[in-house]
C-alpha cells in the first residue's frame, strides 16, 4: 500500500466551513439569478411529485437524509413540487427549471435525467453540512430565492477509472459515482480489463478473473523497477457490476465498460494462451507498466471469445455506448505469425498492421449488430473503422481530425484530462504519471470543442471525459487526491463551456465546503 499522498486533505468533520457563497455552483448553470429572501425546509417540509417524478423524489431524499434528517414525505399540497412535463421545450434531454421563492420551490424538467440534474443544485444550494454523512442538527436547512434554468452546453460528461490496474472494491465505486452526479458528469468509463488484470467475471472463461485477476506484485513508483513483492488481485461479482449500474441510474450516469483488444491484454493471455499468436507459450499477469507486445491472435477463435466475452458485458450493461480499447497494440506479434499471415492473405490486407483495423472493424459490427455502438481509443483520429465514437487522446488536434473523418469524439487530451499526471511541479506531489503536469488550470482552460471545428464538425464533438490510469494510485484516498478538484474544472467545461477562471476559482472556492463535507480527499 502507498502512503497517503502528504498533503491530502481529509478533513476532520468539525472542519466544515460553515457558509460558502450559496451560488458558488460547480458546474455553473447555463442561467441564474439569485433574488432575496429564503425557502427554509421544517421537519415537516413534504414533496409534491408529480407522475413519473418518483425517481427524483427518491434522490432528493437519499441525499438529504443522513445530514438533515428530512423525510420529505409525499403531499398533494406540498411547497417543494418535483414536476415531468414532457411539454416543457428547450431544455433537452437533461435540463431542469428551478424556482425557489419564500414559500415554495418548483423543480421542473422535461424528463427524469433533468430532475435528477436539479436535485443535485438543490443539494448545492442548501448549506455545506448538508452533504454530509452523519446528523448536523442545528444547521437552518435553508436554500437562497433563485430562478435557474440550466442546460448543459454538451452531453457527454465522462470520468474514466481504471480498476484493472488497481481493483477497487464496489463501496468505492459507488461513493466515486456519488461524486460524479454531484458534478453532473453522466459516463463512468469502467476500465475493466488489462494487461495488469481482469476484473469483470465471464461465465464461459471463468480463468480470465481465477488467473487474469491477479498479479504476482506490483512495480511502485514510476522510476523503475522496485517492486512491493506483494500479490495485487480483485474481481466484481456480476451482482455487484449489476448493483453498481443500479446505483448509478438512479443517479442519471451511465457505466460504459471497457473491454481492452487486440492489445492490452495479457491478463487474458496468461488465463487462455491459446488465444495469443504463441499458444505454446506460458504467460504471467504482467507486473510491468507500459505497452505489453502480446496482444490477441487473428484466428477465428479469438473472434468467438471476444464476441461471448461482450455478450456477457451486453447483459450486464445496458450502455449504449462500449468500449473495446484498441489503444497502443503493437503488432511485432502479428509480424511474426503464420497465421496472422494468413489472415492477411485471406481477407486481402496490405500487412500485418492492417490487421488492427480488420479487427476493431469486425468486433464493432459485432456490436452494432446487438444495438450498441463502439468506442475506441483514437491514436491519430483517422485510424479507427467508420461507426466508432472515438476517444482522442494523444493530440490536441486529433479530436478534430476524428470528427472531420466523421466519428463522434469524446475528447480526452491527455494534456487537459489525464489526471494520472500530478497537478503541480512541485516537491510535495505524490509520485504520478512521468512526463508532465497537468495543473486545475490546463483542464479548466481546455475547451472540448476545437475553435477550428466547423458546425458541422463541432456538432460531432459529443463531450470530454477525465481519466485516472492507476498505476500510481492503489487507494481511495490517492484516487480522490488527483481527482479533485480538477473533476470540477472539466465538469465546469463540458456543461457550461469556457468559463473566466477567475469565476471559476472563486466558485470552487465555495464548492470546496461541499468536498470537505464529503470527506473527499482532495488536493489542496
Ligand atoms: C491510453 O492512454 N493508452 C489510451
Given at each position: 500500500m502507498s502512503p497517503p499522498p502528504r498533503s491530502a486533505t481529509t478533513l476532520p468533520e468539525t472542519a466544515v466551513t460553515p457558509s460558502p457563497p450559496r451560488t458558488a455552483l460547480v458546474p455553473r448553470p447555463a442561467k441564474a439569478r439569485f433574488k432575496a429572501g429564503h425557502f427554509t425546509f421544517g421537519t415537516d417540509t413534504r414533496l409534491r411529485v408529480t407522475a413519473g417524478a418518483e425517481p427524483a423524489a427518491e434522490l432528493l431524499r437519499t441525499l438529504l437524509a443522513p445530514a438533515t434528517g428530512l423525510r420529505l414525505p409525499p403531499a398533494a399540497d406540498g411547497p417543494v413540487v418535483l414536476a415531468l412535463d414532457t411539454a416543457l421545450t428547450g431544455l433537452g434531454s437533461e435540463g431542469y427549471g428551478l424556482t425557489i421563492g419564500p414559500r415554495s420551490v418548483l423543480l421542473r424538467a422535461r424528463t427524469v435525467t433533468g430532475l435528477l440534474r436539479g436535485v443535485q443544485t438543490l443539494r448545492q444550494l442548501l448549506p455545506a453540512q448538508a452533504l454530509a454523512a452523519t446528523p448536523r442538527p442545528g444547521v437552518p436547512w435553508t436554500l437562497p430565492c433563485a430562478d435557474i434554468t440550466d442546460v448543459p452546453r454538451l452531453p457527454w460528461r465522462g470520468a474514466m477509472l481504471d480498476v484493472a490496474r488497481h481493483f477497487q472494491p464496489l463501496p468505492y465505486l459507488l461513493r466515486y459515482v456519488d461524486l460524479l452526479a454531484l458534478h453532473k458528469i453522466n459516463v463512468f468509463h469502467l476500465h475493466?480489463?488489462?494487461?495488469?488484470?481482469?476484473?469483470?467475471?465471464v461465465s464461459a472463461y471463468p480463468k480470465l478473473t481465477e488467473i487474469g485477476g491477479h498479479r504476482r506484485r506490483t512495480i511502485r513508483g514510476p522510476s523503475g523497477d522496485h517492486h512491493d513483492g506483494?500479490?495485487?488481485?480483485?474481481?466484481y461479482t456480476r451482482a455487484e457490476l449489476g448493483r453498481l449500474v443500479a446505483h448509478a441510474a438512479a443517479r442519471g450516469v451511465t457505466v460504459m465498460p471497457e473491454i481492452e483488444m487486440p492489445g492490452h491484454s495479457r491478463a487474458a493471455l496468461a488465463a487462455y494462451p491459446h488465444l495469443g499468436n504463441r499458444p505454446e507459450r506460458a504467460l504471467d499477469v504482467w507486473t510491468r507498466w507500459g505497452v505489453c507486445d502480446t496482444i490477441l491472435g487473428v484466428h477465428e477463435e479469438?473472434?468467438?471469445?471476444c464476441r461471448t466475452v461482450l455478450e456477457e458485458v451486453m447483459d450486464v450493461f445496458p450502455s449504449q455506448?462500449?468500449?473495446?480499447g484498441g489503444d497502443e497494440c503493437p503488432t511485432t506479434e502479428w509480424e511474426r505469425s503464420p497465421a496472422a499471415a494468413g489472415r492477411v492473405r485471406s481477407e486481402g490486407l496490405a500487412g500485418p498492421a492492417a490487421l488492427h483495423g480488420w479487427f476493431l472493424t469486425r468486433v464493432g459490427a459485432f456490436l452494432s449488430r446487438q444495438g450498441r455502438r463502439p468506442v475506441a481509443w483514437a491514436e491519430t483520429g483517422t485510424e479507427l473503422p467508420p461507426g466508432f465514437t472515438a476517444m482522442a487522446w494523444r493530440d490536441p488536434e486529433?479530436?478534430?481530425h476524428a470528427a472531420r473523418h466523421g466519428h463522434d469524439v469524446i475528447n480526452s487530451y491527455h494534456r487537459a484530462t489525464y489526471l494520472d499526471y500530478p497537478q503541480s511541479p512541485g516537491p510535495d506531489e505524490p509520485p504520478g504519471q512521468p512526463g508532465g503536469v497537468v495543473g486545475l488550470r490546463d483542464v479548466h482552460g481546455h475547451d472540448p470543442v476545437p475553435a477550428a471545428a466547423s458546425p458541422q464538425t463541432?456538432?460531432?464533438i459529443l463531450g470530454t471525459q477525465a481519466h485516472l490510469w492507476t498505476e500510481y494510485a492503489a487507494t481511495p484516498a490517492r484516487i480522490e487526491y488527483l481527482t479533485y478538484p480538477r473533476l470540477c474544472a472539466l465538469a465546469d467545461a463540458g456543461w457550461t463551456g469556457p468559463t473566466p477562471w477567475a469565476d471559476f476559482s472563486s466558485r470552487l472556492a465555495g464548492h470546496t465546503a461541499r468536498l470537505d463535507a464529503l470527506r473527499v480527499a482532495r488536493h489542496p
Open positions: 475493466l480489463t488489462d494487461d495488469q488484470g481482469w476484473r469483470m467475471p506483494t500479490p495485487h488481485g480483485g474481481a479469438v473472434l468467438d471469445f455506448h462500449l468500449h473495446i486529433h479530436a478534430l463541432a456538432a460531432r
